[in-house]
């Protein structure tokens, strides 16, 4: 089993940044990739939109257009935690920021975190 917790989120103001944060833990063995989704308001756990995945094994971003490069993952690994900066968020950014995570056996994302809630105001 692994474990994640997000953190990070908040209300913040139009044009500001924000950094969210996804605590991994348990069998780090079994990891393969660890992945940010949003999740906007009245949409469905379906409609969730990927941000970015992150190669846990080789340490690789791969982002997605979703936020259209306003996104840099980076990871604490001591901590093993993984980082997202998120610059000039809009009122179209509030959503429920969730990360996610794939095992080594399987491409689909097995595990899930509770989400940290992102609220921007104009």
């Known amino acids: 089993q692994v474990q994640l917790v997000e953190s990070g989120g908040r209300l913040v103001q139009a044009g500001d940044s924000l950094t969210l944060s996804c605590a991994v833990s348990g069998q780090l063995n079994r990891l393969h990739v660890v992945g940010w989704f949003r999740q906007a308001p009245g949409k469905d756990r379906k409609d969730r939109e990927l941000?970015?995945?992150?190669?846990?094994?080789?340490?690789?971003?791969y982002y997605r257009d979703s936020m259209e490069g306003r996104v840099t993952v980076t990871r604490d690994a001591a901590r093993s935690t993984l980082h997202m900066q998120m610059r000039g968020l809009n009122p179209r950014d509030t959503a429920m920021y969730i990360c996610a995570a794939q095992s080594l056996q399987s491409a689909a994302w097995a595990w899930w975190g509770q989400g940290t809630q992102v609220t921007v105001s104009s």
């Open positions: 941000i970015v995945s992150f190669n846990w094994l080789n340490g690789e971003p």
